[in-house]
């Protein structure tokens, strides 16, 4: 599989890219400056040597990530049941 970045290496990871909300493939390289960009902490990727442990990482990632939208929009509909007067 090649990186989804530069299309030109072999993939060695994936990443999930927040800001398109989807799991891509990633090179060496591209890792490298990504971790050099915003720090290995920041970023939520997993090696794909290991099928078992990438499996259980995806299933967590994709929990989070839905949790995360269910909790937003707990919020977004209180914002909204405010503005309207308190009814629906």
Known sequence: MR???????EAIAIIYDEN?????YICDNCLYQFIQTFGEVNLD????????????WL???????????EEK??????????????KW
């Open 45 to 56: 990727y997993e090696p794909l040597n290991n099928p078992l442990q990438l499996i259980e």
């Open 20 to 24: 398109e909300y989807k799991f891509k």
């Open 73 to 86: 929009l707990k919020i977004f509909r209180k914002m909204l049941y405010k503005g309207s007067d308190g």
């Open 3 to 9: 990186c989804e970045y530069c299309n030109t290496f």
């Open 59 to 69: 299933k967590n990632t994709a929990n989070e990530e839905i949790e995360y939208r």
